[in-house]
């Protein structure tokens, strides 16, 4: 009973272009949304994040968008560069911890 | 000048044996956490200490034992290592318990039970 789930193990998208990740979830509880991106032999880093009142936050080539409705939330990453190419966790917050996607790994191709 | 430092970043070792890691962070947080990424990649919490209390403890086996010494460590002892134990695990730590608080993770130990 995977509270929080993405779909596509992996993407891959040419340089320049968007990368639009995405994250379906189930819980309505969940309140704060965030986005870890993982290098290799690495540990995941926060990435950008979105309160559950907003639809929309944006940190520069990162755009985060959440649709409650739908219980889905998207990152899109505009223009992608090479390297953005790593392995991106969707997370969702709720009674004090946060309930993890199993990831997408992001390839950009030159 | 690492974060959030585990040691150590692999071990294999045999079913049935006892082994510990070590996690520490030097950010001055308060809370820290123990997560495990199973085989289908989710990535799960264990445990969460803010300084040095058990806050959160998943349906973890009670083999699984978390240690806080001080605030700034947060050690994990695993008793009659199983297959299934197999994953890589991440130490992580954020300022306070609150909820929008940013993680910081570790690099990752990442445990073969053979």
């Known amino acids: 009973d995977q509270q929080v789930k993405q779909n596509s193990p992996s993407l891959s998208v040419q340089e320049g272009r968007i990368s639009i990740l995405n994250c379906d979830y189930t819980?309505?509880?969940?309140?704060?949304f965030l986005w870890y991106k993982k290098y290799p032999a690495e540990g995941p880093t926060f990435l950008i994040s979105i309160s559950s009142i907003k639809d929309k936050n944006e940190d520069g080539r990162f755009t985060v968008f959440l649709n409650k409705s739908a219980k889905h939330l998207s990152l899109h990453i505009v223009p992608s560069q090479p390297g953005d190419s790593a392995v991106y966790f969707c997370?969702?917050?709720?009674?004090?911890?946060?309930?993890f996607g199993q990831g997408t790994r992001l390839t950009i191709n030159p | 000048d690492t974060a959030v430092s585990q040691t150590p970043k692999y071990l294999v070792t045999q079913m049935g044996n006892d082994k510990s890691i070590k996690c520490e962070q030097n950010?001055?947080?308060?809370?820290m956490y123990w997560y495990k990424q199973d085989s289908k990649k989710f990535l799960k919490i264990m445990f969460s200490?803010?300084?040095?209390?058990?806050?959160i403890n998943e349906t973890v086996p009670n083999r699984f034992s978390p240690k806080s010494p001080d605030k700034a460590h947060l050690n994990l002892h695993i008793n009659s290592l199983e297959l299934g134990d197999s994953a890589v695990y991440f130490c992580?730590?954020?300022?306070?318990?609150?909820?929008?608080?940013?993680?910081?993770f570790g690099p990752g130990t990442r445990l073969t039970v053979l």
């Open positions: 997370a969702a917050r709720g009674a004090q911890k946060l309930v």
């Open positions: 200490y803010n300084n040095k209390e058990l806050i």
């Open positions: 819980n309505s509880m969940f309140d704060y």
């Open positions: 992580a730590s954020t300022p306070t318990s609150g909820s929008t608080d940013t993680q910081y």
């Open positions: 950010l001055g947080h308060d809370t």
